[in-house]
DNA sequence: ATGGTTGTCCTACAA
Protein backbone atom coordinates (compact mmCIF):
# COMPACT_ATOMS: atom_id res chain seq x y z
CA UNK A 1 0.00 0.00 0.00
CA UNK A 2 1.57 2.92 -0.98
CA UNK A 3 0.27 6.44 0.93
CA UNK A 4 0.62 10.03 0.61
CA UNK A 5 0.40 13.48 2.20
CA UNK A 6 -0.02 17.09 0.29
CA UNK A 7 -0.32 19.90 1.15
CA UNK A 8 -2.12 21.45 -2.23
CA UNK A 9 -2.91 25.15 -1.24
CA UNK A 10 -6.57 25.55 -2.37
CA UNK A 11 -7.68 22.40 -3.80
CA UNK A 12 -9.67 23.47 -7.11
CA UNK A 13 -6.54 25.55 -8.02
CA UNK A 14 -4.36 22.67 -7.63
CA UNK A 15 -6.61 20.36 -9.12
CA UNK A 16 -4.54 19.88 -12.45
CA UNK A 17 -1.49 19.04 -10.04
CA UNK A 18 -3.15 16.46 -8.42
CA UNK A 19 -4.24 14.34 -11.45
CA UNK A 20 -0.42 14.61 -12.98
CA UNK A 21 0.24 13.34 -9.12
CA UNK A 22 -2.10 10.38 -8.66
CA UNK A 23 -1.33 9.43 -12.72
CA UNK A 24 2.32 9.44 -12.02
CA UNK A 25 2.76 8.37 -8.37
CA UNK A 26 -0.56 6.16 -8.30
CA UNK A 27 -1.20 6.08 -4.46
CA UNK A 28 -3.51 3.83 -2.45
CA UNK A 29 -4.25 6.96 -0.15
CA UNK A 30 -4.06 10.64 -0.26
CA UNK A 31 -4.14 12.88 2.60
CA UNK A 32 -5.03 16.66 1.25
CA UNK A 33 -4.37 19.48 3.75
CA UNK A 34 -5.25 23.65 2.90
CA UNK A 35 -8.08 22.45 0.56
CA UNK A 36 -9.81 25.73 1.29
CA UNK A 37 -13.03 25.24 0.42
CA UNK A 38 -16.97 24.04 1.57
CA UNK A 39 -17.91 20.76 0.92
CA UNK A 40 -20.29 22.58 -2.19
CA UNK A 41 -17.46 23.86 -3.97
CA UNK A 42 -15.06 20.15 -3.18
CA UNK A 43 -14.07 18.42 -6.78
CA UNK A 44 -15.42 15.25 -5.80
CA UNK A 45 -16.66 14.18 -9.46
CA UNK A 46 -13.11 15.24 -10.77
CA UNK A 47 -12.15 13.36 -8.28
CA UNK A 48 -14.43 9.84 -8.50
CA UNK A 49 -13.54 10.37 -12.09
CA UNK A 50 -9.78 9.95 -11.15
CA UNK A 51 -10.32 6.63 -9.43
CA UNK A 52 -10.61 7.57 -5.71
CA UNK A 53 -13.51 7.99 -3.61
CA UNK A 54 -13.04 10.67 -1.05
CA UNK A 55 -14.13 12.43 2.72
CA UNK A 56 -13.48 15.79 3.24
CA UNK A 57 -13.73 18.02 6.67
CA UNK A 58 -13.64 21.54 4.90
CA UNK A 59 -14.43 25.10 5.40
CA UNK A 60 -14.84 28.30 3.32
CA UNK A 61 -11.35 30.09 2.97
CA UNK A 62 -9.06 28.29 5.21
CA UNK A 63 -7.67 24.97 6.30
CA UNK A 64 -9.90 21.71 5.26
CA UNK A 65 -8.58 18.63 5.14
CA UNK A 66 -9.52 15.69 2.68
CA UNK A 67 -8.56 11.52 2.23
CA UNK A 68 -8.70 9.81 -1.22
CA UNK A 69 -8.67 6.37 -1.46
CA UNK A 70 -8.88 4.05 -4.41
CA UNK A 71 -10.62 1.64 -1.85
CA UNK A 72 -12.73 4.46 0.16
CA UNK A 73 -12.62 4.32 3.81
CA UNK A 74 -15.07 3.44 6.45
CA UNK A 75 -15.35 4.40 10.13
CA UNK A 76 -14.58 8.46 9.22
CA UNK A 77 -14.38 11.00 12.41
CA UNK A 78 -13.60 14.95 11.95
CA UNK A 79 -11.90 16.90 14.14
CA UNK A 80 -10.30 15.95 17.71
CA UNK A 81 -12.55 14.80 19.77
CA UNK A 82 -13.23 16.42 23.36
CA UNK A 83 -11.41 19.94 21.29
CA UNK A 84 -13.52 22.13 20.36
CA UNK A 85 -12.14 23.40 17.34
CA UNK A 86 -13.89 26.02 14.31
CA UNK A 87 -11.01 25.10 12.26
CA UNK A 88 -11.32 22.11 9.66
CA UNK A 89 -8.04 20.41 10.41
CA UNK A 90 -8.08 16.46 11.00
CA UNK A 91 -10.11 13.75 9.67
CA UNK A 92 -9.26 10.13 10.38
CA UNK A 93 -10.66 6.83 8.19
CA UNK A 94 -9.85 3.24 7.93
CA UNK A 95 -8.61 1.81 5.14
CA UNK A 96 -8.22 -1.93 5.13
CA UNK A 97 -6.83 -2.58 8.61
CA UNK A 98 -4.93 0.66 8.60
CA UNK A 99 -6.29 3.55 10.73
CA UNK A 100 -5.00 6.99 8.47
CA UNK A 101 -5.28 10.23 10.16
CA UNK A 102 -4.86 13.50 8.04
CA UNK A 103 -3.68 16.40 10.15
CA UNK A 104 -3.33 19.95 9.19
CA UNK A 105 -1.46 21.32 12.50
CA UNK A 106 -1.59 25.39 13.09
CA UNK A 107 0.84 27.41 11.24
CA UNK A 108 1.58 29.19 14.65
CA UNK A 109 2.13 32.42 13.27
CA UNK A 110 4.83 33.79 14.90
CA UNK A 111 6.26 32.97 18.41
CA UNK A 112 4.13 34.22 21.56
CA UNK A 113 1.57 34.99 19.55
CA UNK A 114 -2.07 33.45 20.23
CA UNK A 115 -2.07 31.78 17.31
CA UNK A 116 1.30 30.05 18.72
CA UNK A 117 -0.08 29.68 21.91
CA UNK A 118 -3.40 27.85 20.16
CA UNK A 119 -0.56 25.82 18.10
CA UNK A 120 0.41 24.29 20.85
CA UNK A 121 -2.51 23.32 22.72
CA UNK A 122 -3.63 21.77 19.57
CA UNK A 123 -0.66 19.61 19.78
CA UNK A 124 -1.46 19.14 23.39
CA UNK A 125 -4.48 17.81 22.53
CA UNK A 126 -3.68 15.82 19.33
CA UNK A 127 -0.87 14.31 21.30
CA UNK A 128 -3.69 12.80 24.16
CA UNK A 129 -6.20 12.06 21.29
CA UNK A 130 -3.63 10.19 19.60
CA UNK A 131 -2.54 7.72 22.31
CA UNK A 132 -5.69 6.92 22.96
CA UNK A 133 -6.25 5.97 19.86
CA UNK A 134 -3.28 4.04 19.07
CA UNK A 135 -4.78 1.59 21.79
CA UNK A 136 -7.54 0.36 19.52
CA UNK A 137 -5.84 1.05 16.27
CA UNK A 138 -2.34 -0.38 16.62
CA UNK A 139 -1.87 -0.11 12.87
CA UNK A 140 -2.26 3.65 12.26
CA UNK A 141 -0.47 6.24 10.03
CA UNK A 142 -0.59 9.76 10.97
CA UNK A 143 0.02 12.25 7.71
CA UNK A 144 0.04 15.82 6.92
CA UNK A 145 1.48 19.36 7.31
CA UNK A 146 2.58 19.28 11.07
CA UNK A 147 4.58 22.92 10.46
CA UNK A 148 7.00 21.72 12.51
CA UNK A 149 10.74 21.11 11.40
CA UNK A 150 12.17 17.97 13.94
CA UNK A 151 16.00 18.36 13.61
CA UNK A 152 18.57 21.20 12.36
CA UNK A 153 19.03 18.60 9.35
CA UNK A 154 15.26 19.30 8.22
CA UNK A 155 16.00 23.25 8.28
CA UNK A 156 18.37 24.45 5.09
CA UNK A 157 19.77 27.54 7.73
CA UNK A 158 19.20 26.60 11.34
CA UNK A 159 21.34 29.04 12.89
CA UNK A 160 18.66 31.79 11.14
CA UNK A 161 15.67 29.38 12.07
CA UNK A 162 16.11 28.85 15.63
CA UNK A 163 13.83 30.14 18.16
CA UNK A 164 11.14 30.99 15.18
CA UNK A 165 8.04 29.54 14.40
CA UNK A 166 8.32 26.48 12.63
CA UNK A 167 11.52 25.60 14.27
CA UNK A 168 10.92 26.84 18.49
CA UNK A 169 12.31 24.12 21.03
CA UNK A 170 8.49 24.62 22.35
CA UNK A 171 7.42 22.96 18.75
CA UNK A 172 9.92 20.33 18.74
CA UNK A 173 8.97 19.33 21.96
CA UNK A 174 5.47 19.12 21.02
CA UNK A 175 6.35 16.87 18.53
CA UNK A 176 8.55 14.80 19.74
CA UNK A 177 6.30 14.11 23.03
CA UNK A 178 3.40 13.23 20.09
CA UNK A 179 6.26 10.96 18.15
CA UNK A 180 7.43 9.38 22.07
CA UNK A 181 3.49 7.92 22.83
CA UNK A 182 4.23 5.33 19.83
CA UNK A 183 5.63 6.93 16.51
CA UNK A 184 8.32 6.86 13.86
CA UNK A 185 9.31 9.50 11.83
CA UNK A 186 8.91 7.35 8.29
CA UNK A 187 11.27 9.62 6.51
CA UNK A 188 14.59 9.14 8.81
CA UNK A 189 13.65 5.37 8.70
CA UNK A 190 16.20 5.29 5.82
CA UNK A 191 19.08 7.13 3.89
CA UNK A 192 17.87 10.81 2.72
CA UNK A 193 19.73 13.31 0.63
CA UNK A 194 21.02 16.45 2.51
CA UNK A 195 18.56 19.32 2.08
CA UNK A 196 15.17 17.00 1.85
CA UNK A 197 12.45 19.21 2.45
CA UNK A 198 8.55 19.79 1.97
CA UNK A 199 8.19 23.47 1.92
CA UNK A 200 9.72 26.64 0.27
CA UNK A 201 8.54 29.86 0.35
CA UNK A 202 6.92 31.06 -2.17
CA UNK A 203 9.22 34.36 -1.77
CA UNK A 204 12.75 34.92 -2.70
CA UNK A 205 12.91 32.40 -5.24
CA UNK A 206 13.07 29.84 -2.40
CA UNK A 207 12.66 26.56 -4.26
CA UNK A 208 15.57 27.05 -6.86
CA UNK A 209 17.45 28.31 -3.92
CA UNK A 210 17.10 25.54 -2.33
CA UNK A 211 15.28 27.25 0.94
CA UNK A 212 12.97 25.28 2.40
CA UNK A 213 12.05 23.01 5.84
CA UNK A 214 10.93 19.61 6.17
CA UNK A 215 7.71 19.97 7.91
CA UNK A 216 4.81 17.77 5.91
CA UNK A 217 5.34 14.35 8.04
CA UNK A 218 4.44 10.52 8.15
CA UNK A 219 4.18 9.63 11.57
CA UNK A 220 3.77 5.72 11.41
CA UNK A 221 2.91 3.71 15.10
CA UNK A 222 5.41 1.20 15.56
CA UNK A 223 3.50 -1.49 14.49
CA UNK A 224 2.91 0.08 11.13
CA UNK A 225 6.28 1.13 10.79
CA UNK A 226 7.68 -2.80 10.66
CA UNK A 227 5.72 -2.88 7.27
CA UNK A 228 7.35 0.16 5.75
CA UNK A 229 9.83 0.00 2.86
CA UNK A 230 10.41 3.30 1.32
CA UNK A 231 9.55 7.07 2.27
CA UNK A 232 10.75 9.51 -0.07
CA UNK A 233 9.53 13.39 -1.34
CA UNK A 234 8.39 14.06 -4.51
CA UNK A 235 9.62 17.67 -5.40
CA UNK A 236 8.34 17.60 -8.92
CA UNK A 237 5.07 19.32 -7.99
CA UNK A 238 6.63 22.11 -6.58
CA UNK A 239 8.54 22.91 -9.62
CA UNK A 240 5.48 22.98 -12.18
CA UNK A 241 3.96 26.09 -13.04
CA UNK A 242 1.55 27.87 -10.40
CA UNK A 243 2.55 25.35 -7.34
CA UNK A 244 1.79 24.79 -3.78
CA UNK A 245 4.34 25.81 -1.53
CA UNK A 246 4.42 22.26 -0.34
CA UNK A 247 6.07 19.19 -1.91
CA UNK A 248 4.21 15.67 -1.48
CA UNK A 249 5.12 12.66 0.63
CA UNK A 250 5.14 9.10 -0.30
CA UNK A 251 5.46 6.25 2.37
CA UNK A 252 5.42 2.69 0.91
CA UNK A 253 4.34 -0.36 3.35
CA UNK A 254 4.22 -3.76 2.46
CA UNK A 255 0.95 -4.70 2.92
C1' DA B 1 16.27 45.62 3.12
C1' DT B 2 12.11 43.15 9.00
C1' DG B 3 11.73 43.02 2.35
C1' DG B 4 9.15 39.19 -0.97
C1' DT B 5 4.27 35.78 -3.03
C1' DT B 6 -0.03 33.19 -3.26
C1' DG B 7 -5.10 32.15 -2.31
C1' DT B 8 -9.50 33.71 -1.01
C1' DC B 9 -12.43 37.18 -2.07
C1' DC B 10 -12.81 42.24 -2.94
C1' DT B 11 -10.02 43.99 1.89
C1' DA B 12 -7.40 42.30 4.76
C1' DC B 13 -5.88 38.13 6.45
C1' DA B 14 -3.47 33.72 6.66
C1' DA B 15 0.41 31.23 5.37
Not at 245 to 253: I, N, Q, R, S, T
Request: hydrophobic letters at 40%; glycine letters at 8%; a negative charge.
Amino acid sequence: MRIATWNVNSLNVRLPHLEAFLRDQSPDVVCLQETKCEESKFPGAEIEAMGYRWVHNGQKTYNGVAILAKAGCGNVGSGIPEFADEQSRVIAGDVGDVRIVCVYVPNGQSVGSDKYEYKLRWLTALRAWLAAELVAHPKMAVLGDYNIAPEARDVHDPLAWEGRVLFSEPERAALKGLIATGFVDAFRLFEQPEKSFTWWDYRLNAFKRKMGLRIDHVLLSTALAKACTACTIDTGPRGLERPSDHAPVLCELSL
